[in-house]
């Protein structure tokens, strides 16, 4: 894709989702609502230079790559955690400790049939 086609919205959302942040933990990292996330990522807007340096450290870029200057650097990361499944982690630690165990070793049953059968 080509910087200046995506846009600064553009590449907050795709540098958030890849980070495996939902608009309100990427809020909440800078000191915006979800609400004021979501607009600079559908708008685009002109944040502050003060936001696109939060923005830039929390997403874990330079304000350059941020801006669309430089192209995001490829990292060789591990795929992106989706938003769902985090919150659904969250519920899984408020659980007593025997559940947690519980669920923990039925996705571990499941992940080694899986295993077997492929």
């Known amino acids: 894709m080509d910087l200046e086609s995506e846009g600064l919205g553009g590449r907050i959302r795709r540098l958030r989702v890849a980070k495996g942040l939902t608009q309100d ?3 909440e990292r800078v000191g915006l609502s979800r609400r004021m996330v979501a607009y600079y990522e559908v708008q685009g807007g002109e944040p ?3 936001l696109l ?3 830039a450290s929390a997403l874990g870029v330079s304000v350059d790559v941020l801006a669309g200057l430089k192209p995001t650097p490829m990292a060789p990361s ?3 955690v989706s938003p769902r499944l985090l919150r659904r982690i969250k519920k899984l630690e408020e659980l007593p400790a025997h559940d947690q165990k519980a669920v923990l070793r039925m996705i571990d049953m499941m992940v080694e049939a ?3 059968t492929a």
Request: charged share 45%; no cysteine; hydrophobic share 25%.
């Open 25 to 27: 933990a990427l809020g």
């Open 48 to 50: 502050r230079p003060e």
């Open 53 to 55: 340096l939060k923005l």
């Open 78 to 80: 591990e795929p992106p």
């Open 114 to 116: 899986r295993r077997k």
